[in-house]
């Protein structure tokens, strides 16, 4: 009973919101990547070979559960977004016991595992098939899962489709693009989706992106959660719309919530005014409970954001996100595609095809050596606050964590040159991580040595950068 109450207790200090929804992700690496559309044995050795030795605390995988096939429409990668049962046996990204093999190869990198849950809703369409483990279903029938009392039938519109997003019982009761929208209200179904993400959970997963969380009341969640059989990190998907009643602090009670106003924003500055404005960046989510990110797959797939096209721009937007001290930083990792339903580079039969970074349409940003290597920058300076910040009124900026770590971005068209700079790095030569990858005593790249007043000097070329810490420190 006494070691129950300190587990109790130790729990809810470390800042568990239910019993079992975990806001913040915890231990010392809180980096999430998502490594969109990747099959299963390609994130089990990236987890080895890049995650783990980079310092990424979690990778967010597609979803695992069975999916449509739908060969007439190219095997796009929204088939993964259409659930038809909740086994894992054979997805385009492989089998159960690839899963299995892949999450342990993660934790043996010392890499969590957070699988993206698609509980809202089941199919869309009204012709129904077979699923991609074999399991056959229609719009409200899934044999052995659900049936038609399992989903709700908003009666409006005429299709049941959410239509109105000013209006919060036809987000959460209609229809989202046509697709089979559970009835979370009850007690079946939610103990149905429990009991898959128990099973993700049995399999040592350690959280969940909880998809199109504003077409669930935060309740329900609140009710799903309060079921798993071990604490969990929860990240909910609830896009700020302005104006909508349904709000991403609704969410906050149950875990974190993926804040998207992030992206715009910090597109906005970089693209439209002054790197100046980031002095103070942050978003109305309390930063302990935001999720950012400069894009996701339905954000690069729109506008107003910065993306891998954007290369030397968007490395310094990471670059900035994983220095800033607002919220769980998320980065994008992404493949090229023409058009916005093409899928991930796949056989003909719409399996996905290992993963192969800077060929075969894969961009691999995760790996871009200022985003992989900012990341290691990020764990270095957790904890501290930002110092010495310094700007020229216009589109150059630096400043530092503490005595851990300093950041220079220069966004000007020329370059930045003939300055020092003062930071509160303790004196010694260190690597700059923008340009050279540390290993023990050792840069590939250009050195800088901060004098025992905290000075150095250094010159930055136009969109470029520079950053110092402490666990990169040469000597
Ligand atoms: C596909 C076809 C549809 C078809 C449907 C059913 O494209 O034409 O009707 O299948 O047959 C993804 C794709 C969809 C795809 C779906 C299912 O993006 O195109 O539909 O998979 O295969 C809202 C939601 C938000 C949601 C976005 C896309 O609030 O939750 O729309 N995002 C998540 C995922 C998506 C995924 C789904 C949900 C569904 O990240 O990848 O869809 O699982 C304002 C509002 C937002 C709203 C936004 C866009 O900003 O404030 O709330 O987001 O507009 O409508």
């Avoid at 969990?232 to 302005?242: K, L, P, R, T």
């Avoid at 990020?378 to 530092?400: C, L, P, Q, S, Y």
Wanted: aromatic letters at 12%; hydrophobic letters at 35%.
């Amino acid at each position: 009973m006494r070691r129950l109450l300190i587990v109790l207790l130790s729990l809810s200090l470390a800042g568990l919101s239910g019993p079992v929804a975990q806001a913040a992700p915890s231990g010392d690496r809180d980096v999430i990547v998502q490594l969109f559309e990747w099959n299963w044995n390609s994130v089990a050795r990236e987890c080895g070979q890049v995650l783990g030795p980079k310092g990424y605390g979690a990778v967010q995988v597609s979803p695992p559960q069975e999916h449509v096939v739908l060969p007439g429409s190219g095997y796009p990668w929204w088939q993964d977004y259409q659930p038809v049962s909740y086994k894992l046996d054979n997805t385009r990204r492989g089998t159960r016991g690839q899963f299995v093999a892949m999450v342990n190869s993660c934790h043996a990198a010392g890499v969590k595992v957070y699988a993206d849950a698609v509980i809202n809703h089941m199919t869309g369409g009204s012709s129904g098939g077979t699923g991609s483990a074999g399991s056959a279903y229609s719009h409200y029938d899934y044999p052995g899962t659900y049936q038609t009392q399992d989903f709700h039938h908003c009666g409006r519109n005429g299709n049941d489709d959410i239509v109105n997003y000013n209006d919060r019982y036809e987000v959460q009761n209609c229809e989202l693009v046509d697709l089979a929208d559970l009835a979370t209200e009850s007690d079946y179904v939610r103990g149905r989706i429990a009991a898959y993400l128990n099973d993700l959970l049995s399999i040592g997963v350690d959280g969940f992106r909880i998809d199109a969380a504003k077409h669930i009341p935060a309740t329900d969640i609140a009710a799903i959660t309060s079921r798993l059989s071990r604490p969990a990190y929860v990240y909910q998907e609830v896009i700020y719309g302005a104006g909508e009643p349904i709000t991403p602090d609704e969410y906050v009670g149950n875990g974190d919530v993926l804040e998207f106003r992030y992206g715009k924003d910090l597109a906005k500055i970089f693209n439209t005014e002054r790197l100046a404005y980031l002095r103070t960046f942050a978003e109305p989510l309390p930063s302990d409970h935001a999720v950012v990110f400069t894009d996701n797959h339905d954000t690069q797939r729109g506008t107003g954001v910065l993306t891998f096209r954007d290369n030397g721009r968007y490395a310094m937007a990471n670059a900035f996100m994983l220095a800033w001290t607002y919220g769980t930083p998320k980065v994008m990792s992404s493949y090229e595609y023409s058009s916005n339903d093409e899928g991930p580079p796949s056989t003909s039969t719409g399996q996905t095809v290992d993963t192969t970074c800077f060929t075969n349409r894969w961009r691999c940003e995760h790996e871009w050596r200022v985003i992989a290597n900012m990341v290691g920058f990020h764990n270095a300076v957790r904890g501290t606050a930002v110092t010495e910040w310094w700007d020229n009124g216009n589109d150059a900026i630096a400043f530092g964590r503490g005595d851990k770590g300093y950041l220079i971005l220069n966004d000007e068209s020329t370059a930045l040159t003939g300055r020092s700079y003062h930071t509160d790095l303790p004196a010694g030569t260190y690597c700059d991580v923008f340009h050279g990858d540390y290993t023990p005593g050792h840069c590939s790249g250009s050195t800088y040595t901060v004098d025992s007043s905290g000075w150095f000097r250094a010159d930055v070329a136009a969109t470029d950068g520079l950053a110092l810490h402490a666990d990169a420190k040469v000597s």
